[in-house]
């Protein structure tokens, strides 16, 4: 039988180095003492020169006998020429450990498998977010500042690292030594065991909701689904893009899902500045996830992909997304085959659900935007992360107070939180989030808006700051109201309503708050408290747009838009929004046309009295 060589595969440390076998080496270089001999890249040993038994040059095989490995770490080599011999490779013996262990191993050299989700270049090292079963956290390579290491890698490549754990501010990271690209079974059965641990990591716990709802338990499993997905993006790095409508309710949604989120990454570890990096919560103007809005997305993420090899995103959309107005944005999310999940209460369009991964809507189960996305969107951050619960529960209580819900759930949820948060105290504080909102236009404000929420832990300030917000949103109110009220046109229709017209053209400020959607609602709630009990519209109207409030009419906003668009030849006319409350778009020179259209459909719709 042949001799017996071992070669020590690149994982292998000194622990899988024995004293009396005969390695396969490769010269590094001389010394007066001796050759130096590398077992593999990170193991390397003397041979004396009284055992150096032929001649040799840089980088030439050398086969070695281990003598003696010393308490230092150094090894003693012979060197041993045999006639023949057969190779046998020496995998490192030691089995991966889980990169949710790499805290309690810094210093010690390790070995970590999993997927490759974000490669970014910085003026050093490469960075490589590493994805596995129990978390998320960075390996560093370096070659030369600035240059690119293992080149070979791709984004979604299953990995084996081999490198020292360091301590690098409040972060854990490895230190490349090897870095081996799985192929084949070796990497099937490295994604399989990732996928099933995930998977199940990924479950949201069972948990009750905040209050009784039949809606809302009817909607539970595609609320679970949500949660499920929104949670595993979180485990795997994949970017999290959450847009939602500018106002109280929408607001209130996302940053429930927001405090949901990011408090579950910084759990999971990752990037220390992860947490902004692969989460960004936008607004949208309209309940609608408008072209504008999928564009600045796309532009975004895309950039983010080429430059900081980042996966493409989650989409989630709130409070907004689910009509057809959304129908270009979500055809052009899936050319990029962008996962997209909606949350929202606006009376869908069937039409949407073949664009999205998921969505959870009341009217799907027989419920009506009485459930609002605040209390859906505060639902889910709860599954999504349990955590949170106690800081949020507040803020379903402020979406269905702002987004005036009329449902059964409305008092539940402001019963709950009475004892910190009155009524009125949501009242303000949703007016305080519209007012806000207004100067951030398309900003996040993120953390003036959990003051606004009081989110930070400073509640003198949050009440100093909605204190100030409220009076000058109603100073402004007023201002506005005292210009327009006065030019209010009244008509009684056929079936018995009263019309209330106002042009907030001429009789508004313009580019101020509140702006003319809020300023018809202000009016709009004037005039039904000097009409109780009687149904009454409101149609605030400028030179290409009208916005429609109304109180016992049995409208249906979006199927009046649509047969206005088809009645109306060249008048251009779009919008939607919720069934009673909604807002129209047409061009300036058809205006007449359009509301006398809108005006005479209004007049057969049924009404309701009380
Ligand atoms: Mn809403």
């Known amino acids: 039988m042949d001799f017996e060589v071992y070669r020590l595969s690149p994982s292998c440390d000194m622990g899988d180095v024995e004293e009396g076998n005969t390695y396969l080496g490769r010269v590094q270089g001389f010394a007066s003492f001796g050759t130096f001999v590398q077992l593999n890249d990170r193991i390397k040993g003397l041979v004396h020169k009284s055992n150096v038994r032929t001649e040799h040059k840089e980088r030439d095989t050398i086969l070695v006998r281990v003598r003696t490995i010393r308490s230092n770490g150094n090894i003693d080599l012979e060197e041993v020429v ?5 190779i046998q490779t020496v995998e490192k013996k030691s089995t991966s450990i889980q990169l949710s262990e790499l805290s309690r191993k810094v210093g010690r050299t390790v070995r970590i498998e999993g997927e490759v989700a974000q490669i970014k270049q910085t003026s050093g090292p490469t960075i490589f977010t590493l994805v596995d079963e129990s978390g998320t956290e960075n390996a560093a390579a370096f070659v030369e500042a600035g240059v690119r290491a293992y080149p070979e890698v791709e984004l979604g490549d299953m990995v084996r690292i081999v490198g020292q754990v360091m301590q ?46 039949t809606v809302l338990t009817q909607l539970r499993p595609e609320m679970r689904k949500i949660a499920r997905l929104i949670r595993k993006a979180v485990f795997t790095s994949q970017p999290i893009i959450l847009r939602h409508h500018a106002d109280a309710d929408g607001i209130s949604s996302a940053v429930a899902l927001e405090q949901a989120v990011v408090a579950l990454m910084r759990e999971s570890g990752g990037d220390f500045e992860s947490d902004y990096f692969l989460f960004k919560r936008a607004p949208s103007k309209a309940p609608f996830y408008e072209i504008e809005d999928i564009t600045r997305d796309l532009d975004f993420s895309l950039k983010d992909h080429v430059r900081y090899g980042q996966k493409m995103p989650l989409i989630i959309l709130t409070d907004n997304g689910s009509t057809e107005e959304d129908l270009a944005s979500l055809k052009i999310a899936r050319i990029y085959e962008l996962p997209i999940i909606v949350i929202d209460h606006h009376h869908p369009d069937a039409v949407v659900d073949q664009y999205l991964i998921a969505h959870v809507n009341p009217y799907h189960v027989g419920g009506d935007f009485g459930v609002t996305a605040g209390m859906l969107g505060a639902e889910i951050a709860r599954m999504v992360n349990p955590a949170v619960s106690d800081a949020i529960c507040h803020l379903p209580a402020v979406a269905a107070v702002g987004d005036r819900s009329e449902a059964p759930e409305r008092g539940r949820l402001l019963a709950l939180v009475q004892e910190t948060y009155t009524e009125e105290d949501c009242r303000q504080i949703a007016l305080a989030l519209d007012y806000q909102q207004f100067w951030l236009r398309f900003n996040d404000g993120r953390e003036l808006i959990k003051d606004i929420l009081n989110l930070r832990n400073n509640p003198d300030r949050h009440r100093a700051l909605v204190d100030i917000l409220v009076s000058e949103a109603n100073l402004a109110i007023k201002e506005q109201l005292s210009a327009c009220m006065p030019h209010v046109r009244r008509q009684k229709l056929d079936n018995g309503a009263h019309l209330f017209q106002i042009d907030l053209e001429i009789h508004a400020h313009k580019f101020t708050f509140p702006p003319p959607g809020k300023t018809a609602g202000e009016v709009h709630d004037r005039l039904c408290q000097a009409h109780a009990g009687e149904p009454v519209v409101t149609l605030g109207f400028g030179p290409d747009f009208a916005v429609l409030r109304s109180r016992g009419v049995m409208m249906n906003i ?22 009673v ?30």
């Open 82 to 86: 045999v006639p023949s011999y057969q």
């Open 168 to 213: 690098r501010n409040s972060q854990v990271q490895v230190e490349v030594g090897s870095l081996t690209v799985l192929v084949g079974e070796e990497a099937e059965i490295v994604r399989l065991r990732i996928e099933k641990a995930l998977d199940e990591r990924s479950e949201p716990p069972e948990i009750p909701f905040l209050i009784e709802s």
């Open 558 to 579: 979006p199927k009046m838009v649509r047969e206005l668009r088809d009645e109306i030849p060249g008048g251009g006319v779009s919008g939607g929004g919720h069934l």
């Open 581 to 610: 409350v909604g807002s129209i778009k047409f061009v300036e020179g058809m205006r007449d046309a359009v509301l006398d259209g809108l005006t005479s459909k209004i007049a057969k719709v049924d009404v309701t009295r009380g």
